[in-house]
């Protein structure tokens, strides 16, 4: 990773050190991890307080969270390559300040819904331009390496959130409190962002405000066969794991009956994605993006194979489940960042676009994948199982697709394809 300071692309003369580039970049992303992670210990109050007798349908707070999000993230960039990053970041933070407090104060669980849905969409540039930010500096296995590197930040909340959660609960005896704290911790995250982040996209690489730029960029990142097979690889892995947040609650809480120390194997199994985004981080400029995701996916698929087995065979071993899904969680580590990055390199001159199509793409096939395997939980670990190994295949045959049927390969050269329809 370079040791020079990330500066502004507009002459402003702000500068960030790129540790602290780092880490506000993973504070920027995390808020969407802790509004997700944080309500996980929460479902249940949240369901007997609002008159929800159906399990399976208090999760739709997290769910419709997702799918609104993916549905958002196909706006962020477009702006973003206007008016640049720094504005459209800022006003994803106010609404995510704002809808948090709104939620706190739901009356329904209806309205607590709609607020979640308002919150996704319009903090969906929360998830989409940092992936921009960091596009506009680095490319490439470099690109792939800091995005590693942001992931072991961004991934430690994961790990924290169910336990923050579980200590508003103990403290407050109230899940509105919960919107609280992250409308509090999105407050300084915002203040951050005003003094320090610069403005990195460069004067010429602005953008026209046209709505037949996502017309355009939708089918352009479905026609180009080095970035779309990527881009639905990672919504389908990620989509399996989805359905294992979605259901996590349950199944770990009430199936496996470890309702107590829930937040501890929540938060274990999730650092596991942390160690292999550090690991990652250390190694893909070696051997390259490709080298590292081609093997991680494969190995995936071989976990979910004994996932399957484990569910059929031996369901209401928890001993053997959790080694699994922590296994299953760790490989993500080399998935994620991997696919991002080798997916946004065609699209040099418009970062923001592209990564809005990408993340939208991701999101909505993760999110639907997510909701699906959650609703389909039958008070066992077998939905969730062949969720992991479908969504697996299915993602190396799309990887196969991308690379032409030949794996472990590096790319050619660089190509770089406009993503404006001007």
Not at 149 to 163: G, Q
Not at 309 to 323: C, E, I, K, M, T
Request: contains cysteine; glycine residues 8%; charged residues 10%.
């Amino acid at each position: 990773m370079t040791s020079l300071a990330i500066t502004a692309a507009d002459g402003s003369g702000r500068r960030i050190g790129p540790r602290e580039f780092i880490v506000l970049m993973a504070a920027l992303m995390s808020l969407n991890a802790l509004a997700i992670d944080a309500m996980l210990p929460a479902l249940q109050d949240i369901g007997s307080s609002l008159g929800v007798e159906d399990p399976n349908r208090r999760q739709l707070v997290v769910g419709v969270y997702l799918l609104s999000s993916g549905f958002g993230s196909l706006v962020p960039g477009l702006f973003a390559d206007h008016f640049g990053r720094r504005p459209v970041l800022l006003t994803a933070l106010a609404v995510y300040i704002g809808s948090s407090i709104a939620c706190a104060l739901a009356p329904s669980f209806p309205m607590l819904l709609a607020l979640r849905a308002l919150q996704g969409f319009g903090t969906a540039g929360l998830m989409v331009l940092p992936a921009a930010i960091i596009r506009d500096r680095f490319e490439g296995d470099r690109m792939a390496r800091l995005t590693s590197t942001i992931f072991i930040v961004f991934m430690v909340v994961p790990v924290l959130a169910p336990s923050v959660g579980q200590a508003v609960l103990l403290i407050k005896h109230e899940w509105h409190w919960i919107f609280v704290a992250l409308a509090a911790y999105a407050t300084v995250i915002a203040a951050w962002t005003v003094v320090r982040l610069p403005e990195t996209l460069h004067p010429e690489y602005r953008q026209p405000i046209d709505p037949r730029t996502i017309v355009h960029n939708l089918p352009l990142t479905l026609s180009t066969r080095s970035a779309v097979g990527y881009v639905f690889a990672g919504g389908l892995t990620f989509g399996s794991t989805f359905g294992y947040v979605n259901s996590a609650q349950q199944l770990i809480g009430e199936h496996f009956g470890a309702a107590e120390i829930f937040p501890l194997i929540f938060g274990a199994s999730a650092m596991t994605l942390a160690l292999s985004s550090f690991v990652n981080s250390r190694i893909v400029e070696r051997f390259g993006a490709r080298r590292v995701s081609h093997t991680a996916l494969l190995s995936f698929v071989v976990v979910s194979m004994a996932q399957v087995y484990v569910a059929l065979f031996h369901g209401h071993s928890l001993l053997l489940f959790v080694p699994l899904i922590s296994i299953n969680l760790c490989l993500l580590g080399f998935l994620g960042a991997n696919f991002s990055s080798i997916a946004m390199q065609p699209f040099a001159d418009s970062a923001g676009a592209a990564s809005s199509i990408q993340s939208a793409l991701r999101m909505l096939l993760g999110a639907v994948m997510g909701i699906t395997v959650g609703q389909f939980y039958d008070g066992s670990a077998k939905p969730l199982a062949f969720a992991l190994l479908g969504c697996s295949l299915s993602a190396l045959c799309l990887v196969l697709f991308s690379e032409r049927g030949k794996l472990f390969t590096r790319p050619r050269g660089p190509v770089s394809i406009s993503a404006s329809p001007h």
